[in-house]
């Protein structure tokens, strides 16, 4: 059996982008994966516009909050960067892509909408690639369950 992969959404700042994408994920696919996020260059707060557009949405954002890179574990199935030239040197996956976000911090309400449902589309699409042909989100999750 193998085992829930490890999803993790980098941006340089860990406060809009990546946090969106890490709470949507975790809302949309729970249990298909684990969820994380991180940034270069940590922020001091989650975007406040970010946690409006998730709470529109009926997210739980509760839990977040920036992350260093060094809070990831040291490898990860999925490395997603948001669109903003992030470098994550060397940074061990079996997976990396970058799905080019324009960053909506300190714009209007239209824009956070706009990026989350920009984020939305691509986790169907990464939820497609990531769970194999003929596998339900349920067996992953079962099959993690049991070790």
């Not at 707060?45 to 992350?67: C, H, Q, T, Y």
């Not at 060397?90 to 989350?116: I, K, N, Q, T, V």
Request: glycine share 8%.
């Amino acid at each position: 059996m193998r085992q829930r992969p490890i999803v993790a959404f980098v941006c340089t700042h860990n406060a809009c982008r990546s946090q969106m994408a890490q709470a949507l994920a975790r809302s949309l696919m729970p249990g298909e994966a684990t969820f994380l996020s991180a940034g270069t260059h940590p922020a001091e707060a989650v975007d406040p516009g970010a946690l409006a557009e998730l709470a529109r949405r009926g997210v739980d954002a509760s839990d977040l909050r920036p992350k260093t890179l060094d809070e990831l574990p040291p490898r990860v199935d999925w490395l997603v960067t948001m669109g903003c030239g992030v470098s994550c040197p060397a940074f061990p996956c079996d997976h990396r892509e970058d799905w080019g976000l324009d960053d909506p911090m300190g714009g209007p309400a239209e824009g956070y909408a706009s990026c989350a449902d920009s984020i939305v589309t691509r986790l169907g699409t990464l939820r497609e690639r990531m769970i194999p042909s003929g596998e339900t989100a349920q067996e992953v999750a079962d099959a993690d369950d049991r070790g």
